[in-house]
């Protein structure tokens, strides 16, 4: 199962290996206020989750 941190909440939980945008849907998080990465890389919202993947789920900053 696929490992997702979640930067915000700073804890990590486990999902079936799905889509991240329908996680993101299940955790209720808007995905345009958040950066994911998926081993370091970052990815968008509809790609496939594999087993091993170790994902983040990073707020977006701004600032000015």
Same mark, same amino acid.
């Given at each position: 199962?696929?490992?997702?941190?979640?930067?915000?909440?700073?804890?990590?939980?486990? /999902?079936? +290996?799905?889509?991240?945008?329908? $996680?993101?849907?299940?955790?209720? !998080?808007? &995905?345009?206020?958040?950066?994911?990465?998926?081993?370091?890389?970052? /990815?968008? +919202?509809?790609?496939?989750?594999? $087993?091993?993947?170790?994902?983040? !789920?990073? &707020?977006?900053?701004?600032?000015?």
């Amino acid at each position: 199962m696929p490992t997702v941190y979640l930067e915000r909440e700073e804890k990590t939980v486990k /999902i079936k +290996e799905i889509e991240i945008k329908e $996680k993101l849907k299940i955790l209720k !998080i808007n &995905p345009t206020t958040v950066i994911i990465a998926r081993n370091n890389e970052i /990815i968008t +919202e509809d790609v496939k989750l594999n $087993k091993d993947d170790e994902i983040r !789920i990073l &707020p977006v900053i701004s600032g000015g």
